[in-house]
């Protein structure tokens, strides 16, 4: 896993990286959190509250994470669920008007190479 010199994965806000979901389980490491390392080639480190729209859009570009899949433990995800998303996924959704919302608190800092935080922030639901 990524972490900064005290060991701590840090969010794009520059705390701790805070779980985005246990219930669906999620990260590239099913640990719940968006972290990341070298083998994690898609850059799962965006914690997103799905929508309809998003989980149509993804459907259609060949990512359907509707769809149960049993034999993977996969139950699906339902408007609402929150998950950790690709970051290039975020992005491309964005570009299409159908990006979700963000969970900053749970979004690895890695992101941050991938849009800038003012940006990002526009679409936190973790902010006040």
């Known amino acids: 896993m990524q972490r900064d010199s005290d060991g701590i994965p840090k969010n794009v806000l520059g ?7 246990e219930r669906p389980l999620t990260g590239f490491f099913r640990d719940g959190c968006c972290n990341t390392n070298e083998e994690d ?7 997103v509250r799905v929508t309809p729209e998003f989980l149509e859009f993804s459907a259609a570009h060949g990512n ?3 769809t149960p899949h049993p ?3 996969f139950a699906g995800l339902q408007p609402g669920d929150r998950w950790c998303l690709c970051a290039l996924r975020w992005v491309e959704a964005l570009r299409a008007g159908a990006a979700p919302q963000l969970v900053l608190a749970a979004t690895h800092e890695s ?3 991938y849009h800038p935080l003012g940006e990002l922030k526009k679409y936190a639901i973790d902010l006040n």
Request: some cysteine.
């Open 15 to 21: 705390g701790p990286l805070q779980i985005c979901s």
């Open 41 to 47: 080639v898609g850059a799962h480190v965006v914690c």
């Open 64 to 66: 359907d994470l509707s």
């Open 71 to 73: 034999e993977f433990g």
């Open 111 to 113: 992101m941050l190479e």
